[in-house]
């Protein structure tokens, strides 16, 4: 009786590893999730930056992005507790980098594709329509209430008075 309780333990085991590596072999070659290369996502990493755009591929160290954006937020001068939102394309950055993305795959929290109703994939399209440094983004995408849409006017610094003397 000890034996056959055996042998069945033995069984489980070989039963229960082998399931293990199949299912391991299975999503290193892809059977992990399905990435449409020509949809629009959006990647929230751990300290909460969202980027916008097509992911190319997911692998084990990372994930990489192509054309992506990302929402600026800037306070309005008169009122801290309100702000703008502008949509800004990586690629217009000062630095100049490149179309490609690569984030870490462990500050990567989730990632979502975007419907084709996406306020962002709307502000996306105009962006790619009329390039420029930064659409801004309706008040209806601001995760924050208070946002105010569209920015304010810039403001020219006041005059700075000529020391007395001079």
């Known amino acids: 009786m000890a034996r056959k309780r055996h042998y069945i333990m033995i069984i489980a085991?070989?039963?229960?590893?082998?399931?293990v590596v199949s299912l391991s072999?299975?999503?290193?070659?892809g059977g992990g999730p399905k990435i449409d290369p020509k949809a629009y996502y959006s990647v929230l990493l751990t300290n909460n930056t969202t980027f916008f755009g097509h992911i190319k591929a997911v692998g084990r160290r990372g994930l990489v992005m192509s054309d992506v954006y990302y929402l600026?937020?800037?306070?309005?001068?008169?009122d801290a507790t309100k702000f703008n939102?502008?949509?800004v394309a990586r690629r217009t950055e000062a630095?100049?980098?490149a179309d490609e993305l690569v984030l870490n795959r462990r500050s990567v929290f989730m990632y979502e594709k975007l419907r084709d109703?996406?306020?962002?994939?709307?502000?996306?399209k105009l962006a790619q329509s009329a390039p420029a440094t930064?659409?801004?983004a309706p008040a209806a995408v601001a995760p924050t209430p208070g946002a105010a849409?569209?920015?304010p006017a810039p403001v020219a610094p006041p005059p700075v008075p000529a020391p007395a003397g001079q």
């Not at 085991?13 to 399931?19: K, N, R, T, Y």
């Not at 109703?117 to 996306?124: G, H, P, R, V």
């Open 117 to 124: 109703d996406s306020k962002i994939l709307e502000l996306i």
């Open 13 to 19: 085991f070989v039963l229960g590893v082998m399931s």
């Open 149 to 151: 849409v569209p920015a």
């Open 25 to 29: 072999a299975c999503y290193r070659r």
């Open 85 to 87: 939102l502008t949509l």
């Open 95 to 97: 630095h100049g980098p």
């Open 72 to 78: 600026r937020r800037t306070p309005l001068l008169d």
């Open 134 to 136: 930064g659409v801004p």
